[in-house]
């Protein structure tokens, strides 16, 4: 993938600050947000420990504390569909965008909330990241870091701004951001292009970081370029639409 100089990691070791409750509906959740709507990357497949079952389940929570929804990729197998139902369950509102191919619910079990079918995963792709506000990405594999990786490089590219988060729960990410740093350190990431990731232990404290997040990038001369939410068959076409 192309890199520019942009902003890539950023730790949060303090905790989270809970801001004033709004007293016009008892149903409005104590939490401000700014986000209407995060995007969350996360693996099929539960995992071997607790903790990361447990971090997806208070991760929902949060979310519908804060008022957010989600948006993923859908079904309720794994961490994805721990996540998705605790927002469910919690009466926040789930989107999950899911190919074709692997709607049948034997492949990916039943999406709590709204399904969006699209035709292939680069149009799932594009389609969570123009109803996402910010992304967080649990603990995953192969797919998780693939999404992760691209909205950080659509980050750097300038293609959006919006925050994107990593929960390190019990250091599952530590190599992967010792990775970021040896690559800055080799020159193949800007040192100004550590701002990009906001990593965090748990959902409180990750949240919040990422409602403090400022862009520190901005490449004007491919600030319009993005990835069309209807994407041709093997053709990536440039539109203004995942920017806002």
Same mark, same amino acid.
């Given at each position: 993938?192309?890199?520019?100089? %942009?902003? /890539? &990691?950023?730790?949060?070791?303090?905790?989270?600050?809970?801001?004033?409750?709004?007293?016009?509906?008892?149903?409005?959740?104590?939490?401000?947000?700014?986000?209407?709507?995060? $995007?969350?990357? $996360?693996?099929?497949? %539960? #995992?071997?420990?607790?903790?990361?079952?447990?971090?997806?389940?208070?991760? #929902?929570?949060?979310?519908?504390?804060?008022?957010?929804?989600?948006?993923?990729?859908?079904?309720?197998?794994?961490?994805?569909?721990?996540?998705?139902?605790?927002?469910?369950?919690?009466?926040?509102?789930? @989107?999950?965008?899911?190919?074709?191919?692997?709607?049948?619910?034997?492949?990916?079990?039943?999406?709590?909330?709204?399904?969006?079918?699209?035709?292939?995963?680069?149009?799932?792709?594009?389609?969570?990241?123009?109803?996402?506000?910010?992304?967080? %990405?649990?603990?995953?594999?192969? #797919?998780?870091?693939?999404?992760?990786?691209?909205? @950080? /490089?659509?980050?750097?590219?300038?293609?959006?701004?919006?925050?994107?988060?990593?929960?390190?729960?019990?250091?599952?990410?530590?190599?992967?951001?010792?990775?970021?740093?040896?690559?800055?350190?080799?020159?193949? !990431?800007?040192?100004?292009?550590?701002? !990009? @990731?906001?990593?965090?232990? &748990?959902?409180?404290?990750?949240?919040?970081?990422?409602?403090?997040?400022?862009?520190?990038?901005?490449?004007?001369?491919?600030?319009?370029? &993005?990835?069309?939410?209807?994407?041709? /068959?093997?053709?990536?076409?440039?539109?203004?639409? !995942?920017?806002?």
């Amino acid at each position: 993938m192309e890199q520019e100089e %942009a902003s /890539t &990691t950023k730790t949060i070791t303090g905790s989270s600050t809970s801001k004033p409750a709004s007293n016009s509906s008892s149903k409005v959740s104590p939490l401000r947000s700014r986000f209407r709507r995060v $995007c969350v990357f $996360c693996g099929s497949s %539960a #995992g071997k420990k607790a903790s990361y079952q447990l971090a997806a389940v208070q991760l #929902g929570q949060q979310l519908v504390e804060r008022g957010v929804g989600l948006v993923y990729g859908g079904g309720s197998v794994g961490l994805m569909g721990l996540v998705s139902r605790a927002v469910h369950n919690g009466g926040g509102q789930v @989107i999950g965008v899911v190919p074709k191919a692997v709607l049948p619910s034997e492949l990916i079990g039943e999406t709590p909330g709204e399904l969006k079918a699209v035709s292939g995963m680069h149009q799932r792709k594009a389609e969570m990241a123009r109803r996402a506000d910010a992304f967080v %990405a649990l603990p995953g594999g192969y #797919g998780t870091l693939e999404e992760l990786l691209e909205v @950080i /490089t659509w980050a750097q590219l300038g293609i959006h701004d919006k925050p994107v988060g990593l929960l390190n729960v019990e250091g599952y990410y530590d190599s992967l951001l010792a990775f970021i740093d040896k690559a800055v350190d080799e020159g193949f !990431i800007a040192p100004a292009a550590r701002h !990009i @990731i906001v990593a965090a232990p &748990t959902p409180g404290e990750l949240l919040a970081g990422l409602e403090d997040y400022v862009p520190a990038h901005h490449d004007a001369s491919s600030a319009k370029l &993005t990835w069309e939410s209807s994407v041709d /068959t093997n053709t990536m076409v440039c539109s203004p639409d !995942i920017s806002r």
